[in-house]
T-cell receptor, first 113, second 116 residues
Framework: AQSVAQPEDQVNVAEGNPLTVKCTYS??????LFWYVQYPNRGLQFLLK??????LVKGSYGFEAEFNKSQTSFHLKKPSALVSDSALYFC???????????FGAGTRLTVKP | GAVVSQHPSRVICKSGTSVKIECRSL??????MFWYRQFPKQSLMLMAT?????????EQGVEKDKFLINHASLTLSTLTVTSAHPEDSSFYIC????????????FGPGTRLTVL
C-alpha cells in the first residue's frame, strides 16, 4: 500500500530564514511527487512536481523540492521565508500507472516576522 | 488555464435533507474528477474517482448510496450528499486532471457543508 508521511505537524521559522518541510513516501516503482499549499477555507494550490530528471525541482513562489530516491524523500524548501508563506502544505504521491493520488497529513508552516 | 470551480462554496442544511455540490472544469476537459473530504486540521481523504459517462469508483468505507456522484460531462461532476446528518459536516473538495499524463490535479476552492 502506498503512503506518504509528513513527520512534522507544525514548522515555525522566522521571516528571512530558510525553511524545510519534510516528506517521505512509500510507493512501489517510481511515483510522481507533488507539493500543494492550502490557505484557510480554500482548495489546494499546486506548487511543484517531480516527474523525472534533475532531483532539484523549482516551483511557484520561490519554492523548490529535492527528490532523494535512496531516502524516498521529497522535502520542500525555500531559501528565505515570507510571512505570507504561512499556510498548510501537503505532499502527495501518485503511481505512474494510475490517477490514485495520496496525500500526507499536512504540515502547518508559520512564518513569524 | 486549468481552473476548477465549485458551487456552492458554503451550504447549511437541516438533518435529513440532500445537498448537491457541483464541480466544473472551466477551461479544460477533465478526463477524471476526484472528490475529497477534509476534516478540520486533517489531510484530504479521497472519496471517489469518476470518469465521464461511467460509474464512480468509491474508496473503501465510503457509502455509495450516501454520496452519489454523477459525472455527466467532461466539465461537470456532482456530489450529492443524501439524507445528510451532522457527521457529514465537512469540507468537500473536488479536483480534476487535464489528461492522462503525469499532470497535477487542479483543485476546486472547496465547499463547506454544515448539517444542523
Amino acid at each position: 500500500a502506498q503512503s506518504v508521511a509528513q513527520p512534522e505537524d507544525q514548522v515555525n521559522v522566522a521571516e528571512g530564514n530558510p525553511l524545510t518541510v519534510k516528506c517521505t513516501y512509500s510507493v512501489s516503482g517510481n511515483p510522481y511527487l507533488f507539493w500543494y499549499v492550502q490557505y484557510p477555507n480554500r482548495g489546494l494550490q499546486f506548487l511543484l512536481k517531480y516527474i523525472t530528471g534533475d532531483n532539484l525541482v523549482k516551483g511557484s513562489y520561490g519554492f523548490e523540492a529535492e527528490f532523494n530516491k535512496s531516502q524516498t524523500s521529497f522535502h520542500l524548501k525555500k531559501p528565505s521565508a515570507l510571512v505570507s508563506d504561512s499556510a498548510l502544505y501537503f505532499c502527495a504521491v501518485r503511481p505512474r500507472n494510475n490517477n490514485d493520488m495520496r496525500f500526507g497529513a499536512g504540515t502547518r508552516l508559520t512564518v513569524k516576522p | 488555464g486549468a481552473v476548477v470551480s465549485q458551487h456552492p462554496s458554503r451550504v447549511i442544511c437541516k438533518s435529513g435533507t440532500s445537498v448537491k455540490i457541483e464541480c466544473r472544469s472551466l477551461d479544460f476537459q477533465a478526463t477524471t474528477m476526484f472528490w475529497y473530504r477534509q476534516f478540520p486540521k486533517q489531510s484530504l481523504m479521497l472519496m471517489a474517482t469518476s470518469n465521464e459517462g461511467s460509474k464512480a469508483t468509491y474508496e473503501q468505507g465510503v457509502e455509495k448510496d450516501k454520496f452519489l456522484i454523477n459525472h455527466a460531462s467532461l466539465t461537470l461532476s456532482t456530489l450529492t450528499v443524501t439524507s445528510a446528518h451532522p457527521e457529514d459536516s465537512s469540507f468537500y473538495i473536488c479536483s480534476a486532471t487535464r489528461d492522462r499524463g503525469p499532470n497535477e490535479q487542479f483543485f476546486g476552492p472547496g465547499t463547506r457543508l454544515t448539517v444542523l
